[in-house]
Each structure stands twice: as structure tokens, then as C-alpha cells.
């Protein structure tokens, strides 16, 4: 194949002015400062320190917070950087080890290439050389690729991406796979290869028929470096760099203290749920202050939000693993019934399978897959599996024989990143495997439809949904081979169930939502403040001590972890927003606060929608998220929805719910709510809406979230009024008509009236006095009528249906006004 690497690293191209104007303004050169503290470092050491363990009690090492650098998990031992406390600590426990190198941290850095300082093996790609290489990527393959900024850094330089695709400058309709390197600092080797995806595709283009079906196919993203200052730090201050550039002790200067672990730093199961980060500014696992409080992790993120990326491969170094989604416990991994034997993780499977394609640097062939190395908490790889649906890896480059961080460049880097090939490629014709994917569209108009995905066959334990693409109505699910049953859901369109057959090869599956009549009435995401501010917080009678309602983006609480099994989730870290939401309300949403005092606490706290005008509509649902978390039998403990129809003047009970949210295998979690308002009240134009969180017992937990608020309904002047009334045959044993749509248990009151009072007011909407025969709810009754009319006259029917407490009306007289009558059936 064409190689011309040496020619883009060393051409500079034409100029980063178009892309990037402004982004490097305000950066200065970083002070001199003493190295970074690792995970447990108080002293000046800091050592490498190579541990003997058996593969069980890596978790326990990550759970006390040692920075762990590499593993070879055959051999049985991993690398950690700590410092004498750390180091004592290992002995103290009886671990053997074997000190690799000591370095003095008060040391001031010296600027690379100065006699002292330990540079990186020269070769490896910089910032600068990056940004030259992808400019000359662009200048050689315009048709086929396209950069883009997609986010800067704490320092403010620029995140960039780079996606291969035919007719690169459009966002067409495909499915995509994202590749991305260095969210820590020091694993540059991860760098080259991202960059490798990008050469290898864009050389061979044109001229090899796969790569060129591979391109044309999909969208192929690469972000080589997501922590661009870390990266600078690495090259000109300190190779063992790990965390971002984050000031965290606000001295203007870097030391040890500072940077925050971008891959901790994710939104899903952040804070130490599974251990493997630390609230300690010091420590290399920082998690940061709150979930995606980096701009490192929030690009990221946000890319992922918009690509819905099918599979998503995040290189690290060292090891040799891979390491599959969820990371931070294998249990809320998605599983298939299809799938044989104890361990139906879908993500195993195709991890698995996906390292067994990779070779070693040293020629061996495979990668060893696990779902962890050591269980870790608010990682990319995870957010990625759960807010989109991915199939999520991290693959750990090189060894420790190779140079751990750090291989030789001449010696490793070209077998590296071409060991990497036979999986990357592997996976990106993997799309086309088995899968249950396709679009949903609207039957009638054709365009597409956000709506819920499912499949009879999958569990998903973690609470997440699953929905189609909001631009496209695309949606891909990787499977095995086998039988499934798929559901499609969205407001205002019946359920399609569609049996899919899954063989070897993915056959797109074409959805068509049949619209069920209701109309919109009201919506909100709680997305926008203008909207959310006519929401209000509290009532008269509202007496909690702490956790009111808030609005914002959830910052969630918990108390124990996986690790030692007593993992307990109280308040939601995420929102339930399909396609890049944020905010809800939730009770209490106090940063880094504990999961007993965020939570609502002796009493009630209420939150009171807008008024919402239903008075012309009947079968009017209310649907929403819900979050809810108990954890004891008091049935005053929970949430309450209470609906008014006079703006607030009372209230009237709507529904209560006293048990924990959850989804299969996992609590708490958001799921769907929906009540049908006509089954309370009577719909008026002043209605709202009240939701009522309570805490009857000072140390009882409860914790509520509310979430993408919806109001459906039928018109009862256009859809309310019964149609087609007919006697089917010459007798008066059977009156048919046409039910109502929105309301398959609707009751339909049958009326009669004289013909001689129909007549005598025909310019009249009055019917006068009716006889009301009989209520049936399935669009046909049986009449027993013993009169007959007197001669010369007869009788008209007369039928409107009652749904709860919303009763609709005889039609309209031929005047087009609304018949009237003073006859109240019972």
C-alpha cells in the first residue's frame, strides 16, 4: 500500500488560519512546575512500581486509588506510579514488587531537549506535527475528508476531528464508527494510531476496492489527541503526564496538584461508583469537581450525541487488552436471549471477536478481551454504550517489554499501528453483520420519526433508551444471528411490532408509524429556561426541610460502590432527553452533595406546571420520565400527581407512586409515565398540573426526577362526534355507528327522540326531551324497544359518547351549531 507519511509530517501545508483563527489567543508558556502527583502522592518521590497480582485484585488496587499504568495479565503483574506513602502501602498489604524508577517531583521541569530532562522517543507526533499532518490529509483527499474543531481545551486549544467519507462535505444519511486517542497524555503511541485510520483510508482509496467500499459506505470519524494540553505538557514538561491542564488549585502555575482525568470525568456512573477515581484534586484519577465539567469530555460527548457512532474504539496504552462496555460493571451490559451460554453480552461477543483480529507488536496474534482490566467509573467507553447505543472499546497498545508509554518509535510504532488494522477494518465491515437497523418514517408523510427502539430479545439493565436517529430515523442494533420481535414507539403513532429475521448479513428494516389521530397540545424537553420558568417550585402547604425541586442538569447521588456489592443509587446523573438533552427537574441538585443530603427530607415539596387550555379535548394523556427513588415500605414516602382545573384553586388526586423506578437487573432508573386525565377530571382551559415529592420519615430516602413533559389529545368538535349511525338491516334489533378514535373504552350513550320535535325545530339546535335506551362501548347496541311510534310520526337516534368525566355532544343541527337537549342520561 502507499505510504507518504514522512512527506505530511514534515510539509507544512497551507496554513490552520481558515480552521482554527483565534484558538491558541490568551495561551502563554506554562510556568516551570514541580511534576504531577500521581494517585496517593503527599511526598516528593514518586516511583514506578511494577506489582505481581492476579488479575481478581486489580480492582482492589484501582479502589484505592493507585494510578495504573500498564498490565500484563498473563504474566501476572501490573505497573503503578505512586509515592512512598503508595509505596508503603503495597508492602504493608504483602504485595511483591519491583521498584522500575524513582524521580524527584521538586525538581523544577526543564523544557524538552535540554541534557536532563527525559524527552519521549523522538518520532512521536506533537500538536504541531499533528495539525500539519491532517492539513496535508485534507489538501491530498478534499473529496473524501473533512476537518472539523469540535471543541477546545482548558487551555484553549483546539479538539480536532477528522471524518472520511465519499462527498465528505455533506452529513449524509450513514452509519458511523469513531476512533480516538490520548485521553491520557503520556499513551502517545495512541496517537499514531488514529492517525494510521486516517492514512491508511484516505492512501488506499480508489485503489483498493475494500478500503473504497469502506468510504463510501459510512462515515468514519478520528479524533487523534482528546487532550490536546496534556499532550503539550508530555512533549515539553513531563513525559508521565496523565490528566488534562486544569488548574485545580487556582495558583496560576502547574504543579502536581493539578489536571483533572478527562476519562473519569464522563457523565455515566460518575464519582466512584465502581471505584477507580478519586475525589482528590492530587490524585491522577481526579474525576473532576462534577461530571463533564472538562471541555475535553464534553467535545467529546457531544460528538458522540450527534454521530450515534455504532461502534466506538478509545486506544490506550499499556497492555494489550481490550476492554468492552460497561467497564464500570459488566452487569448493565445489554444481553441477548440468541445469545448461548451464561455470558449473553452482546458486547462480549463482538469484543471478543474484534480482539482475536488484533497482532502484537512482537508479531503475536490477539488481544485479550475482558470488560475490564480493573473496574472504573465515569469513562468515555461507558457514556458511549449508554447514551447512544455503541459497542464501546478500549484496546490497550504495546507492553512493558516494548516500552510501556513509551516504545521505541523506529523500533514499534510501524507494527503497532499496522497490528491494529485487521480489527479496525474487521469492525467497520462488521456494520454490515448481523443487525436489526433500519429507518422509521411516518406512513403518511414519509419523513422521519424519533421514536422509541426495542427489541423482545434484549435486555437493558442500566435504564438506558434506545431511540432512532432525530435528523434521519435511522437506528442500528448489533445482534447475532437469530429471531426478534422489534417495537416502535413514538407520541401520537400506534405500535408496530415486526418480526425480523437476523441471518449473517444486516437487511435494513423499514418502519412505517401509522399516526393514531391525537394532536399536541403541549411539550417540553425542559431544555429552555424561557420555557421552564413558568414552571413553579412550592406550594402553600409545602413543608420539606431540604431537597426542593430544582431545575438543571442532574447531578446525581450514591452512596457505597460495585466493587464491595453495596452500591446504592439515589438522584439521577443524567437527564432522560433523547439526542443531547440535559436538564430536568429533580429534588435537590446540590454539587458533590451525599446521597443522604440531597434527597427530599420530612416533608413535601411540590412543582406546579404552566395552565395548560384543554377544555376542547377529550382522551388527553399526560406522558413524562420519571425518576424515583425509596428505599422503605412507607406508603407516604414517594410522588404524587395531583391535577387542577380551575388554575389551582383545588386539586384532585391523579395518581401515586411509592416504589423505586427501574428498569430489568438494575434500580433506580427513568422509565415512562402516562395517565389519561379524563379517567379524574373533566379537561379545562385552566389546567395544570402538580407533582408532589414527600419524605415521611427523617432518614428515609427519597429522590424524584421529572422529565420531557408531553399533553395529547383528541378534538372533540372534529374527532369527538359519533359518525355513521345506521340501522345495517330492515329491523330495529341493531343501531351501528362508527366509534370515536383515542378512546377504545369509551361508553356511547343511545338516545331517542320524536321526529314531530326534530320538525317542529328544525331552525332550532333544541331537542327537546330524549329518551336515553342504552350505553354500549362497541360501536353497536342491541335495542329492546316495546313502543311504536303513533301514526304519522317517528323517531330519530341520537348517539355521544362518555369517557370518565368527559362526555361529548348529540352533533350538530343543520344550522352547524352544537345540538342541545335538557335530557341527562344516567
Known sequence: MIARRSRRRHVRGIALAALLLGVFVGIAASDPADRPESNRQTTPSVFRVQVRTAEDDLTRLAAEGFDIAGRDLHAGWVEVITDVSGLAWLQHNGYDLDILERRDRTRPLRPAGTPEAKAVSPGYTDLTELETFLLQVGTDHPEIVRLEVIGTSVEGRPILAMMISDNAAEDEDELTVLFNGAHHAREVMTVEAVMDVIEYLTDNYGLDPAVTAKVDAHQIWCVPVTNPDGLHIVFTDDDLWRKNARDNDNNGRRTWKDGVDTNRNYEWAWGEQCLGSSDGIASAVYHGPAPATEPETVAMIELGRRLRPVFDVEYHSYGEDVFYAMGCDPAFSPTLDTIQGADQSISRVVGEQYAARLVQADGGVGFLPSPFGNRVDGIGRDQQAHENGTIAFVTELNNAGEGGFHPDYLTFRDSTVEGQRPGWLWLIDRIAGPAVGGHVTDASTGAPVLADISLDEMQIHDGRRLTTHPDTGRFHIIVVPGAYTLRVNAPGYFEEVVPVAVGDSWVPVIVQLRQDGSSRLAWTDLEDPGVTSFWTVGAADDDAASGVWEW?????????????????????????????????????????????????????????????????????????????????????????????????????????????????????????????????????????LRFRATDDGPKNVVEAGIDDLEIRGFSLVGQGRVAEVRFPGPGRSLLQWQSVPGAPDALYEVARGSLQNLAAGATSVDLGPLDCLAAAGTGETSLIDAEIPTAGSGWFYLIRFRLGYTVGDWGTASNGLPRGSETVCP
Do not use: C
Open 552 to 688: 438543571g442538569a442532574p447531578r446525581g447521588t450514591h452512596t457505597g460502590d460495585v466493587v464491595n456489592g453495596d452500591l446504592e443509587i439515589g438522584g439521577p446523573s443524567f437527564d432522560r432527553t433523547a439526542s443531547g438533552g440535559k436538564n430536568a427537574f429533580v429534588t435537590g441538585n446540590q454539587p458533590g452533595a451525599s446521597f443522604d443530603q440531597d434527597d427530599v427530607d420530612r416533608g413535601t415539596t411540590s412543582l406546579v406546571s404552566p395552565v395548560y387550555d384543554l377544555e376542547a379535548w377529550y382522551a388527553v394523556e399526560v406522558s413524562w420520565q420519571q425518576w424515583l427513588r425509596t428505599d422503605v415500605a412507607d406508603p407516604l414516602d414517594g410522588l404524587m400527581l395531583e391535577v387542577s382545573i380551575d388554575d389551582g384553586q383545588g386539586w384532585a388526586p391523579v395518581a401515586a407512586w411509592n416504589e423505586t423506578s427501574s428498569s430489568s437487573g438494575f434500580s433506580p432508573a427513568w422509565i415512562d409515565e402516562r395517565v389519561r386525565l379524563d379517567d379524574h377530571v373533566r379537561p379545562g382551559s385552566a389546567t395544570r
